[in-house]
């Protein structure tokens, strides 16, 4: 481990304190609430009085937000097999609603991939799924490439707990999707909203590609979805988390980065569907895209961000 646990101060009991905001971002005073301390407050910020009935809406610190996400992946490292299993599971069938969207949309559209306006109606149908599973609060894998480190780096959680974590999320992420291509193989061609051609057409802009590429583009899909973690936990609103999710996985989808459960739909669809995906193919797609799943989060975000906030504070 390169950095011990968050410092805090120790209060007379001996129980550790966490510090106040301004402390850590280097505020000079803090007002004791007199009327002679307002004043000369004001007086020395040169800031104008705030109107009352004004509403203000403030940044969240990064020490608040990192200490959020320790909790938040501490939680789910020492929650019971059951309830994460039960949850990734659902997360695996909620976020395959984004490639079924998409192949709906390729249906309908008169364009193609390379067309401005047909890639982007695709790219907002594929952000549906995370949705769906981040408001949701449905476990996902690549969420906790970044969310489930943070503990360990600082400390209060072990690796094998990590990897029970990552385990056990992933496998039930992969068979959530995969059942939910089953449901939509069988029961779709009777609708007729989707045709087979744009589930493979969807298919092959993941695994035509070489294993390198799968790997890289992989790290930064990673990264992004760690970046997505961060920001959703800063943001304070329902609104505004919609909209962060919706604008980076929205990346993800027109940039066609392979993420690992995501792709896990797309590309089974095509080995349904058509030979012309085999189960190398598969095969390849997934074990390298979730390798740089979990670099991108965990190493660019994760192992990063822990980094700069915690010697920010110290």
Do not use: C
Request: charged share 10%; hydrophobic share 50%; glycine share 12%.
């Amino acid at each position: 481990m390169l950095w011990g646990p968050l410092s805090r101060p120790l209060t007379a009991d001996g129980s550790t304190e966490r510090p106040h905001v301004s402390s850590v971002l280097g505020g000079d005073s803090v007002s004791d609430g007199s009327p002679e301390s307002k004043a000369d407050s004001n007086v020395d910020s040169g800031s104008e009085q705030i109107p009352e009935g004004s509403i203000v809406t403030e940044q969240t610190p990064t020490p608040e937000v990192l200490e959020s996400l320790i909790d938040s992946g501490l939680h789910e490292i020492y929650r019971e097999t059951t309830g994460l299993v039960l949850s990734g599971f659902s997360a695996g069938l909620d976020i395959g609603f984004g490639p079924l969207l998409m192949a709906v949309m390729l249906t309908l559209s008169t364009g193609g991939y390379g067309d401005l306006q047909t890639e982007l109606l695709l790219a907002s149908a594929y952000s549906v799924g995370f949705i769906f599973v981040i408001i949701g609060r449905s476990e996902l894998f690549t969420e906790h490439t970044t969310v489930a480190v943070m503990p360990v780096l600082d400390g209060r959680a072990s690796v094998r707990g990590l990897g029970r974590l990552w385990g056990l999320v992933y496998a039930s992420n992969v068979v959530g999707s995969a059942v939910f291509t089953v449901l939509v193989v069988t029961l779709m061609p009777n609708l007729g909203v989707a045709s087979p051609a744009a589930f493979v057409t969807i298919a092959h802009k993941l695994v035509d590609h070489g294993l390198g590429w799968l790997f890289v583009a992989g790290i930064f899909a990673g990264w992004l979805m760690g970046l997505l973690a961060w920001l959703v936990t800063a943001a304070q609103e329902t609104l505004s988390r919609v909209l962060i999710v919706w604008m980076v996985t929205a990346s993800i989808g027109i940039l066609h980065l392979p993420h690992s459960i995501v792709g896990n739909v797309e590309v089974l669809f095509g080995l349904a569907l058509s030979p012309s995906v085999t189960l190398a193919d598969y095969v390849a797609f997934l074990a390298l895209s979730t390798l740089g799943n979990a670099v991108g989060g965990g190493v660019f975000v994760g192992l990063l961000k822990y980094s700069h906030v915690v010697r920010g504070a110290g």
